[in-house]
């Protein structure tokens, strides 16, 4: 049984208890490695090993930082297949998907971030005849890094790459759910020339190793992805503590389709961003909205072509999807079909788990699930289930999409479906939400700003946003 390590201070290193958590395989259901059961100890040597480090990577040019990420973001391209299959066995998904997303996303994620930190730059204000403002932009010291079990890698080092570049040091956490790519990225870090202590990766409950985290004083900034349950409870402990504070949460995402669309189009973006990732996705859109005079159309095509979703092993190249990524994850995704059907829905396609053969008998296989006829404003149309489930529901007029789109208290992202240019820019306008895709749906442009609004988070990552975040400016006033 492989037992993974803590990655401090460049060493993989066991955790203080010597004690280990199960770390099960999705697709088979069965333990197949074993994780550091960390807690503050581990938390303190890796802050004492960031503290060592920082005075040498913060006055590290930004140039001899980059060609360090850039080394990295290869690394990690060179072991390309090792990560894809890393990926895949960990969270359940698709090695398609992995091979796809995941992994490459992580790898520019780096190679962004390597190159975005010789560009960025500070502002300056000039004051007519009397002085002038500069603003310098100081990387914070040591930043906490936690991240969800979802897009793993891909989510990590959305957070870590930005922190470095910038000149801080890491003290990081990957789900205990999804450790493994994670693991890995400790030895690419070192081969890359990573200065020792830069960089420290911890696994363990986040109730345990990633509350210290949190709470460890030297750890000025963290930056968070994962449920906004968790999120209240990280805010109300950092906030009296005065640390800066980047929380990605949940999501519960319209999906808005106007009956001037392009159909086919709509109708094979909405399988994918109904159900890639088994519908684990933040951004994946879980109430559909459909106009009316299109509404059986797309109800017949959209069954029709849910009802043609491989859910096999994550192996499978036919695969469409795999499994979902652990049993209570699965078993709660199943309750909330259960509370659609009390609610007064009807279960038009799936809601059942797929059993497969051995040795994937144990795996958590679910079918893509379609369902109807609920109220807007129902718990399975207002709460988060992060699984393949999505509701339909016709609208009349816009105003009466707009009002069922923006009533949850979630607020991530919108996807509409449009050919008239002035709705388009109409409802993008009063969309709650922080992220607008139109005809389209997960095109990224690593430069935008990343992030939600209401109960979905607060702050941005992406671009610019991300090193402002993990920076601390100062404003210098010079009088003439
Ligand atoms: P989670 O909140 O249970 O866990 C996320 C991370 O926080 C894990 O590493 C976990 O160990 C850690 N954690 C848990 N309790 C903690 C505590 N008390 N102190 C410190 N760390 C703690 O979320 P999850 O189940 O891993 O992920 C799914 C959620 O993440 C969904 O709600 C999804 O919408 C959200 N998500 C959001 C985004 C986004 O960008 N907004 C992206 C992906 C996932």
């Known amino acids: 049984m492989i037992k993974l390590q803590n990655f401090i201070n460049g060493n993989y290193i066991a955790p203080t208890s010597n004690e280990y958590i199960d770390n099960f395989e999705p697709a088979t259901g069965q333990v197949y490695s074993l994780i550091p059961d960390s807690d503050e100890r581990d938390v303190e040597m890796a802050v004492q090993a960031a503290e060592k480090a920082f005075p040498i990577w913060s006055k590290m040019s930004s140039e001899e930082r980059s060609k360090i990420l850039v080394k990295l973001s290869e690394g990690i391209e060179a072991r390309m297949d090792e990560f894809v299959q890393a990926e895949s066995r960990d969270n359940g998904k698709p090695v398609s998907l992995a091979a796809h997303v995941d992994i490459p996303r992580a790898v520019s994620n780096f190679h962004f971030f390597a190159t975005a930190i010789t560009h960025f730059a500070s502002e300056s204000h000039y004051m007519e005849g009397e002085g002038i403002n500069f603003t310098l932009r100081k990387p914070i010291g040591i930043v906490g890094c936690i991240s969800p079990w979802n897009l793993p890698l891909y989510l990590f080092s959305w957070k870590i790459a930005p922190a470095l570049a910038a000149g801080n040091c890491v003290v990081a956490k990957p789900s205990e759910i999804t450790p493994y790519t994670a693991y890995l990225l400790g030895q690419v870090a070192k081969d890359a020339g990573m200065p020792d202590g830069v960089l420290n990766i911890l696994h363990g409950l986040g109730s345990k190793v990633g509350d210290a985290i949190v709470k460890h004083k030297k750890i000025k900034a963290v930056s968070f992805t994962g449920g906004t349950k968790t999120g209240e409870y990280l805010a109300r402990t950092a906030a009296p503590m005065f640390k800066k504070l980047s929380l990605e949460l949940g999501g519960k995402n319209p999906v808005i389709i106007f009956d001037d669309c392009d159909f086919d189009e709509m109708l094979s973006t909405t399988i994918r961003s109904s159900f890639a990732n088994q519908g684990q996705i933040c951004l994946c859109g879980s109430r559909i909205f459909v106009q009316r005079t299109i509404y059986d159309k797309f109800k017949t095509a959209f069954v029709e072509k ?27 995704v199943l309750s909330y079909v259960e509370l659609a059907k009390e609610e007064g829905g009807t279960v038009l396609t799936g809601g059942t788990r797929v059993q497969l053969e051995a040795p994937y008998d144990n795996g958590y296989y679910m079918r893509p699930t379609v369902i109807e006829g609920l109220a807007f404003d129902c718990r399975t149309n207002q709460e988060e289930i992060f699984g393949p489930v999505v509701t339909i529901t016709p609208f009349d007029t816009e105003e009466e999409a707009l009002m069922m789109a923006n009533s949850t208290e ?10 008239d240019l002035k709705r388009a820019h109409r409802i993008a306008d009063e969309a709650q939400s922080g992220i607008v895709w139109i005809n389209c749906w997960m095109v990224r442009d690593l430069r935008t700003p990343f992030g939600g609004t209401k109960s979905s988070g607060v702050g941005r990552e992406g671009g610019w946003e991300a090193l402002r975040f993990f920076t601390e400016p100062k404003n210098v006033c010079i009088k003439y």
């Open 306 to 332: 849910v009802n043609k979703a491989i859910v096999s092993n994550p192996t499978d190249p036919k695969a469409n999807m795999g499994a979902l990524v652990s049993l209570p994850h699965l078993e709660k």
């Open 410 to 419: 979630y607020g991530l992202q919108t996807t509409l479906w449009t050919n």
